[in-house]
């Protein structure tokens, strides 16, 4: 994994045998490849598998896990593109089509020349070459992804993709939890201010956003420590700042989204140790 300092768009490469994460989603586009294996996974409600060469397109609030079926596993390289970064390439777009959120026309595609606007961009990110190279090869990417993009109607930031009917009582509840985002708070008073029981709630909400609301509410504290891990902050302080028990439960619900460590993306991210200086 590498972090581009001048962008902050981050490379990966990986490979997984079996469960490889569970639902989440993220505040970036992802844009990648397939390498090897079959990489299959949930996203839009549907169930996809990708192959060697398949590009993957997932927009930023899409909830999506992964999996391998078969025993050879699957290897994938994958670039997260901040949406402001696209935003700012794709404007003209974005001002010609429905709206300024811009989301992908499909999640898998076959695409030769995309494929290879992404395989050079994140071979010159990943290898860290030389600032023109790399953002000639940014821009080269973003104007093809552009290309290939529709225009959404305007959506609150890091929701998941929803019907336009999701009742205002449900919009109310998921605005709570984002400005509540690092605090404890029951599903008796989500209800309450729904107008309903704690039941029909979940369902609802799950119906609506691809997630329970616990599990909603652990995405956006996630997000949270994504953001101020890599900025450099200690695991321990950001597992306090965005509402879990302890460094060890944020790593717990961190490896089962991301299959890092706090400590582990902090180092990618700044190649600082996670520990402060010796005093004497």
Avoid at 87 to 114: K, S, V
Wanted: overall charge positive.
């Amino acid at each position: 994994m590498r972090r581009d300092a001048e962008t902050g768009v981050e490379t990966i490469r990986a490979h997984f045998d079996g469960h490889a994460y569970d639902p989440h989603f993220h505040d970036a586009y992802l844009v990648g490849l397939t390498e090897q294996g079959v990489q299959q996974f949930s996203c839009r409600r549907s169930l996809h598998r990708s192959t060697p060469g398949r590009i993957i397109l997932i927009e930023p609030g899409e909830v999506h896990d992964g999996h391998a079926p078969e025993e050879a596993g699957f290897t994938y390289r994958m670039l997260y593109l901040d949406a402001r970064l696209i935003g700012r390439h794709a404007e003209p777009l974005a001002e010609r089509r429905a709206g300024p959120e811009l989301g992908f026309r499909a999640t898998l595609m076959d695409d030769p020349q995309l494929a290879g606007a992404i395989s050079t961009a994140f071979s010159l990110l990943h290898s860290g070459d030389i600032r023109l190279a790399r953002d000639a090869a940014l821009d080269n990417l973003i104007g093809c992804l552009a290309d290939r993009m529709i225009g959404h109607a305007p959506s609150v930031a890091l929701a998941p993709r929803r019907p336009a009917t999701v009742p205002v009582d449900l919009r109310r509840v998921r605005d709570l939890l984002h400005a509540r985002m690092s605090t404890e708070i029951g599903l008796n008073e989500l209800a309450t201010m729904a107008g309903t029981d704690r039941f029909r709630l979940t369902r609802a909400f799950r119906a609506a956003y691809g997630l329970a609301p616990h599990a909603y509410l652990v995405q956006l504290r996630l997000i949270e420590a994504w953001r101020r891990l890599a900025r450099g902050d200690r695991p321990a302080d950001v597992a306090a700042a965005v509402g879990f028990a302890d460094q060890s439960h944020l790593g717990r619900w961190f490896h089962r989204a991301y299959r890092l460590t706090p400590t582990t993306y902090r180092k990618f991210c700044t190649n600082v140790p996670d520990r402060k200086p010796a005093t004497g």
